[in-house]
């Protein structure tokens, strides 16, 4: 199938008055249509960077594509001008944002936010698109769509809100849909609902799903394939079964470790990866994660390793699985 | 809603009470007296004067009696020219008060657009003229303005073409109030901008309009569907007393451009010691201002629909 996104070695940096900061620094990333992926990491590694660029929602500048390219179902978006991004945007692609109390227009309706997209991109009249409006609310499962519909944000819970973001973001019936941390901002069990929804929808519109997220549980429910990002490149890439069951990057199973389990002791200390992520005003040569790996070896500090396969579509980007590395290969 | 309504109606008038009572305790401290001016007056007629005029009585008395007129809508009579204080600003209301709305129309939309404007380019050289618009206006006041503007708009305007196309002073013809609701303007129309544009600011960094611009929509229908309809909100809530300024506050202008407006009365009237034309017309622009402020807080609820006022739904 062909892929609904390519994105190859992008580099994206923020020009800033302390100088200029490398968020994301060779990332590339495939997603075939219908697919979800997951990009997990933790804060500042550069995924809602990568996710934004996509769209061209970063405010240029600060923020600078300094290589690389994006291709949006066939369109080259690094060199698509505001015009053709404003077609892109909310028919290609859309998005769906972490905190929905603040992400719709509090003085506008929600239906009419809805029908403001339907109208922005198709030929609609005015009482097709407020139906449609009404379709697309009932679909996400708000109870009394068409009374909801002319009520405004603040009458609505913070569940019901994701869900109008959702129903928004569906209504041009994208490609493709990002969802930034789509659930951090909410309570577990709404987070649970809306993880449902998402799933349900996918199946019945075949829209293809970039997830972003910490939250390793939500990884494990709803994606096919997982991206591991750290201090803004990729370190590990492959099926949900492939980083859970046979991570092959040590970031990614000191993340994997870090997870409460069930059987964890209530006394017990959680787990954390001691040290902080790299400067990224200047990142190190070698390996990002070099200073917090346990598995650390002289030659990783000073050469950053390029991506080995630990398997058929499972990639990682770690010393240990040079072809010539004596010891034992994890992951397999 | 009622119940709110009801409430600050009743302390709309505590506060016109107290206002009453502070201007009219004030005024007794003030030197002089209404009827001794450039003549000297015999102390026989001057006492029978005070007699008439309820003068002679103990301070206490006279207020409560002023407070029993008011309360059946009279303000006294003018000590100078006889008149009722009433009728006097009947007539010379509507002036200033339309002298205020030219101003407030004014300075809203040059405001409101010049915010914007300067938010939407901020940082280039659009944001620093339309900043430095606003800062001469703060700066300067309305009186320097005036005089500024009959200067050259006026009289230096004359000189070099020889058409009068503004008159220095008066206010009979359409071109003889432009210069005077500039001027007022001014200083409102520089408050307004400062604030727009900050508030503009604020809004065009939120989360809704970063949704915007992922549903597609075209900037223009971001900064004006989704950006300046939040943004003017505090604006409106600034403008509720800012319209009460400009409706009465232009004492200064209607002198400078003798314009028979009641801010002239006013300021006549303390030159010369008239009691009633004081206390009457303080307590008219007070009563004004609260109104002014009332109106505006239930508009707000209108304007911004999560503003349900205490006592409604929700």
């Known amino acids: ?332 | 809603m009622w119940k709110y309504i009801l409430k600050r109606i009743f302390y709309s008038i505590l506060t016109i009470f107290f206002l009453i009572m502070l201007t009219f305790f004030m005024m007794q401290l003030l030197p002089g007296d209404p009827f001794v001016g450039d003549k000297a007056v015999d102390p026989v007629v001057l006492e029978e004067l005070h007699a008439k005029y309820g003068l002679d009585k103990p301070v206490p008395e006279q207020f409560v009696r002023y407070v029993l007129n008011v309360c059946k809508g009279d303000l006294g009579i003018d000590l100078k020219t006889k008149r009722p204080i009433t009728q006097t600003i009947a007539e010379s209301f509507p002036i200033s008060f339309e002298l205020g709305i030219r101003s407030l129309i004014f300075a809203s939309i040059m405001g409101f657009f010049l915010g914007v404007l300067a938010a939407v380019k901020r940082g280039t050289k659009w944001d620093t003229g339309a900043m430095l618009i606003a800062l001469i206006g703060i700066s300067v006041p309305s009186f320097i303005m005036g005089a500024i503007l009959q200067y050259f708009l006026g009289f230096k305007l004359f000189q070099w073409t020889g058409v009068r196309v503004f008159p220095i002073l008066g206010w009979n013809t359409e071109m003889s109030k432009l210069l005077p609701a500039f001027a007022l303007s001014f200083g409102s129309m520089a408050s307004i901008s400062r604030l727009m544009r900050t508030s503009m600011l604020d809004v065009m960094s939120s989360d809704y309009i970063k949704t915007a611009k992922a549903k597609g929509l075209s900037r223009m229908q971001i900064i004006w569907r989704h950006g300046v309809r939040n943004a003017v909100l505090p604006v409106v809530t600034f403008l509720g007393p800012q319209a009460a300024a400009l409706l009465t506050g232009a004492f200064v202008v209607e002198n400078i451009f003798n314009i028979p407006g009641l801010g002239k009365f006013f300021v006549i009237g303390v030159q010369n010691n008239n009691y009633t034309m004081i206390t009457g017309t303080t307590l008219f622009y007070g009563a004004f201002l609260v109104v002014a402020n009332l109106i505006v807080d239930l508009l707000y609820g209108v304007i911004d629909p999560r503003v349900k006022l205490a006592g409604g739904k929700e």
């Open chain 1, 1 to 332: 199938m062909a892929d609904v996104l390519n994105i190859e070695n992008l580099h994206v940096s923020f020009d800033t008055y302390a100088g200029e900061v490398h968020a994301v620094r060779g990332v590339d990333l495939h997603i075939a249509s219908g697919e979800v992926l997951a990009v997990v990491g933790e804060s500042g590694c550069g995924k809602s960077v990568t996710a934004q660029t996509i769209m061209k929602l970063n405010p240029m500048p600060p923020a600078r594509i300094k290589e690389g390219s994006i291709t949006l179902d066939g369109i080259d978006i690094v060199d698509a001008g505001e015009k053709q991004m404003e077609d892109i945007r909310g028919r290609l692609v859309s998005m769906i944002f972490q905190d929905p109390m603040t992400c719709l227009n509090p003085t506008m309706k929600v239906g009419k936010q809805i029908v403001e997209t339907i109208q922005n991109h198709q030929k609609l009249s005015r009482e097709e698109a407020h139906k449609e409006a009404i379709r697309l609310l009932e679909m996400v499962q708000i109870p009394n769509a068409a009374q909801r519909a002319e009520e405004y944000p603040h009458q609505f819970s913070g569940g019901m809100r994701q869900r109008a973001m959702i129903a928004m973001a569906l209504s041009c019936k994208p490609k493709l849909l990002i969802a930034d941390e789509p659930t951090t901002a909410l309570d577990v069990t709404i987070q649970a609902q809306i993880m449902q929804l998402m799933a349900t929808l996918r199946k019945e519109t075949g829209t293809a799903i970039i997830l972003i997220t910490h939250d390793l549980g939500v990884v494990a429910n709803l994606a096919d394939r997982v991206a591991v990002m750290y201090a803004g490149r990729v370190m590990e890439q492959g099926t949900v079964r492939d980083i859970f069951y046979h991570p092959a990057h040590p970031y990614t199973r000191a993340l994997l470790r870090s997870l409460p389990t069930i059987d964890t002791d209530r006394g017990a200390q959680l787990v954390s990866i001691p040290g902080t992520p790299p400067d990224l005003y200047a990142p190190p040569e070698g390996c990002e994660f070099a200073s917090r790996c346990s598995e650390c070896m002289k030659l990783c500090r000073a050469n950053r390793p390029p991506m080995y396969t630990a398997g058929e579509g499972h990639i990682a980007s770690c010393w240990k699985l040079h072809p010539d590395y004596p010891g034992e290969k994890e992951g397999r």
